[in-house]
């Protein structure tokens, strides 16, 4: 069965969700998880009249910091919940634009054989508009993909 799962997380109600469960079914099996957190690129701003602004290296450094502690936030509770069920847990913060491919990336990283992951069920023109994470790590994974909903 399992040996690895990958759980990506977005700090939702529904990701902490899929968070226990992973970390559950992990027990059962004697498996180990890696949770990923996936945090965009800096954009530089768009001005309306002058095209993008120059990217200022200190705003940079700024999000760049902001957004690791942010990740880190997230995931050291994973990590806790983890030990405190006897559970082996990495924890992983991935950066890039499209966040399905850093998944994928990572799972592949790490050697996951499943990726097990939260749905936030939108449909109609919130799943157009939003898109969905999940369906995409679904429709390009060469892995099995466990929704939690």
Do not use: W
């Amino acid at each position: 069965m399992y040996k690895h799962i990958l759980v990506p997380t977005d700090g939702s109600k529904l990701s902490d969700k899929c968070v226990r469960q992973a970390i559950n079914m992990a027990r059962a099996l004697r498996a180990k998880i890696t949770a990923v957190h996936v945090v965009s690129n800096y954009q530089p701003v768009l001005d309306q009249d002058e095209g993008f602004m120059p990217v200022i290296p200190a705003l940079m450094k700024n999000y760049d910091d902001r957004t690791a502690a942010y990740a880190r936030r997230l995931l050291r509770p994973v990590k806790a919940a983890a030990g405190k069920a006897g559970v082996e847990c990495d924890t992983v913060v991935s950066t890039g634009d499209l966040p399905y491919e850093m998944i994928i990336k990572q799972a592949r990283k790490s050697r996951c054989d499943v990726v097990m992951m939260a749905s936030h069920g939108r449909s109609g023109i919130k799943a157009l508009l939003l898109g969905s994470e999940t369906a995409k790590v679904l429709a390009h994974s060469k892995i099995p993909v466990l929704v939690v909903r």
